[in-house]
């Protein structure tokens, strides 16, 4: 093999979505390796002395999985079309969620219970900013209701800012504290339609992929933002892909 294997790689050799023609490798049960060369990714062929298969270079497939996730999940029984509706119903944006209150009204606030509610993938946590300083006085009952209307079942927290700080900035600490997640949906003001900013960077990534550095509404009101490309611009390009607006793709 001369081609060279990156340091980012995907080795198909144990995935179990890997498809074989006795020892060798003749495609995807995902079908991930057509849509990854239409994409101009390089698949390269390698073989060692079990078997031959192929390589996703410089790139971790998303498909990729091993025997031990069955067994966890005690999915080794079942057939493999099982397998794969399970994977594809779990397999979407894991992301957190922060919401500015400072300019939430009372009718602010349900229309937001009833947007969280209207999301099709939920998010994994929800931090509430609010603002002593400016801005209404939304106690824990308050969010607690508006968490059980939004019928959501997710980490959530109230973060109160003692002294007066930019959104960006607090934008900023909140990304920076919690890098486990890696997607962020920013609410910095009331608006609509949600579900379309995290279905479409869902559909993105998952479905096409692709990657997205930024997805915004017109208004800019809410955002859909890579964590790790945010901290990645910070620190290595000294560039800010929230404020920059060659990196949005506008829906």
Known sequence: MSETIDSIHTACKNCIFAEYNDMTQVGCHLHYIEKYKQKGIQILEAYDEEKEFYIVNNKKCL????????????????????????FKLRNHLHYMAVVNLKTFDEKDLNDLATE???LVIKPKKIVFIRHQQAGPEYGYDKIQALIDKSQLDCKW??????????????????????KKYRFVLSVENPTK????????GNNIVYNELDSFIVVTNTN???????????????????????T????????
Do not use: P
């Not at 973060?159 to 919690?178: C, G, P, R």
């Not at 339609?193 to 479409?200: I, K, P």
């Not at 920059?244 to 793709?249: A, L, M």
């Open 63 to 86: 498909g990729y999985r091993e025997n031990s996730w069955l067994k966890k999940r005690k999915l080794d029984n079942l057939c493999l079309g099982e397998q794969i509706a399970y």
């Open 116 to 118: 969280l509610k209207s």
């Open 157 to 178: 927290r109230i973060q109160t800012m003692l002294v007066d700080k930019s959104y960006m900035n607090i934008l900023h600490e909140v990304a920076t504290a919690n």
């Open 193 to 200: 339609n949600l579900n379309q900013l995290v279905e479409t």
């Open 220 to 242: 800019k009101s809410a955002l859909l933002f890579s964590a790790s490309n945010y901290r990645y611009s910070l620190l290595i390009e000294n560039k800010c892909i929230l």
């Open 244 to 251: 920059t607006d060659s990196y949005h793709t506008i829906i």
